[in-house]
């Protein structure tokens, strides 16, 4: 387990889980017309796998460079969430 943790792929396998869950938000919305907005989902599970991406980084050692570019990719995705939400 400690492995799993060391490597990054935990991060991997959390990732490939967010984008099923994008796919499922994404088909249940188009198939029912309910649901979360696809833009506002697309928007947060971004943000969220960026920060993914960020921890993934710091978790197998990356330079502070490759764990600083997706937490701002996370911070600018936020802002365009934000301004998703704030329009309703």
Same mark, same amino acid.
Do not use: S
């Given at each position: 387990m400690s492995d799993l943790f060391a490597s990054g792929r935990i991060v991997d396998l959390v990732l490939m889980l967010? !984008? *099923?869950e994008a796919a499922l938000l994404v088909w249940h919305r188009r198939r029912s017309g309910r649901g979360v907005p696809v833009a506002e989902a697309l928007a947060f599970l971004l943000a969220g796998a960026c920060l993914?991406?960020?921890l993934r980084a !710091? *978790?197998?050692g990356a330079s502070w460079?490759?764990?600083a570019a997706p937490m701002a990719g996370a911070g600018a995705v936020?802002?365009?969430d934000l301004r998703l939400r704030w329009r309703r």
């Open positions: 967010v !984008a *099923l993914m991406l960020a !710091a *978790l197998v460079e490759w764990v936020h802002l365009l």
